[in-house]
């Protein structure tokens, strides 16, 4: 497989005056963003009135990566979502980002993210338990109740109180909804009017901080901690020897749970769907499944029996990555791909593009988890599996979500095959994440649940 591709630069057609090509970003994004690579390494679009570069060469992708000095976060979209996030770490610029990451990245280390594996354990346990065979599931919805309650759990610390993750759980949907509706949609004032839906929205914000608050305090009452919402309050500002603020805290944990439920579940929802449509992958998932576990829960010590199943999450991840597309901004005068692009200007790379181009992954839109015998994401050529990003602002969450889809996908499979109506369709659904919409499903026992 080849990965030189001539460098060349170009335009999108079609743009229109002032909308630019956001009524194409909006209505057919996969479609629009796959077009792109025809026209050049690096092609111009309108997002809206603002002019953005889409990388498409994975070289160029890897670059731009990489130098988070030169490339750093920013750009129309993403200066909005700045405005709600506050300056958390997928938000924060390249110095204060170098500190932040400092401080949190000792709770994504191998020790830590093994006792989060117990947590993930639990959790598809009494998710599985529930399930009644002939049962009709939504899919989609059942996994994010699964990976958000792990990753609430997992970054509260696992004891966190029920109350406090059914808390998160209810408020957080209609937080992140309002979000993304004030992101792509900024009406500013009329988002102050007292509508059904503004004072819905203000009173989920209200329940999820005081739901996190409560567990900052609790924390600071019993300091000494090794979980994430401990390393926050006793990390210290390098130059000023500050504490974080807990508002900051608050907006750090925030940001990781949000960034940590959708993600993992639409992949878990493709990868079930996927399985039940190419009954050779599946077969083989079910004999690695009950090769492995027979029926019990997976933990961390069955991973390097779950190479079938680590190579289906590979490849749904490939095909369907949640992330899928991101900006940056230009810090100073540089070149990429070949042009002079002046400071300030917006960037945009999409793993979906990059991923679906066909010198990369022959046949992009088939599903082959064998594309991944004998290597995995990181012995590729650089910047063309960008599913997590890259460099020093790639996914802080990426081991934890590896191990958590492969775990929740082993454990599922070897007790349960799921089933759609027959002639039913998926219709994949792009929003702040690609997902794979409502995915109505039938449970059929494949071992008894209470094995595990
Ligand atoms: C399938 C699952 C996931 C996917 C596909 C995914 C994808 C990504 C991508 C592409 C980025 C980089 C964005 C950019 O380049 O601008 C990112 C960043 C991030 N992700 Fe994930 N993610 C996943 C799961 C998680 C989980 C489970 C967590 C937390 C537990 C998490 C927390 C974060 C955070 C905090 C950042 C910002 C990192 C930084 O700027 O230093 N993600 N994710």
Known sequence: MSTTIPSRTGKAPGGWPLLGHAWQLHSRPLEFLSSLPAHGDLVRIGMGPWPAYVVCEPDAAHRMLTDSRTFDKGGPFFDKARVLFGSSLPMAGWQEHRWQRRQMQPAFQSDRIEKYAVVMGEEVDRMTSRWRPGQRLDVTDTLTTLTLRIVT???????????????????????????????????????????????????????????????????????????????????????????????????????????????????????????????????????????????????????????????????????????????????????????????????????????????????????????????????????????????????????????????????????WSLHPDPGSTMTVQVRGTLGPGSLIMTCRPRSKPEEG
């Open 153 to 415: 759990r997992s970054v509260l610390g696992a004891e966190a109180q029920d109350e406090a993750v059914a808390e998160v759980q209810e408020s957080l949907h209609t937080v992140i909804d309002g979000i993304y509706q004030r992101v792509m949609l900024p009406l500013g004032p009329l988002y102050r009017l007292p509508t059904p839906a503004n004072r819905r929205y203000r009173r989920a914000c209200e329940r999820l901080h005081r739901a996190i608050d409560g567990i900052i305090a609790e924390r600071r009452a019993s300091p000494g901690g090794d979980d994430l919402v401990s390393m926050l309050l006793a990390a210290r500002n390098d130059d000023t020897g500050e504490p974080m603020t807990d508002v900051d805290i608050r907006d750090q944990l925030m940001v990781m749970i949000g960034a940590g439920f959708e993600t993992t579940a639409n992949s878990l929802a493709f990868a079930l769907w996927l399985l039940s449509q190419h009954p050779e992958a599946e077969a083989q998932v079910h004999a690695e499944v009950d090769r492995t576990l027979a029926g019990r829960t997976a933990t961390t010590k069955d991973l390097d029996g779950l190479t079938y199943t680590r190579r289906v999450i590979n490849e749904v991840l490939r095909m369907y990555p949640a992330g899928w597309f991101f900006t940056r901004v230009t810090t100073t005068d540089t070149t990429l791909a070949g042009r002079r692009l002046p400071k300030g200007t917006a960037l945009l790379y999409s793993a979906y593009l990059l991923q679906h181009r066909p010198e990369l992954f022959p046949d992009p839109d088939r599903f082959d988890p064998d594309r991944w015998i004998g290597q995995n994401t990181d012995s590729l050529p650089r910047g063309t599996f960008v599913s997590f990003g890259g460099g020093n602002r790639k996914c802080i969450g990426d081991q934890f979500a590896l191990i958590e889809m492969t775990l929740a996908l082993a454990t599922v499979c070897t007790r």
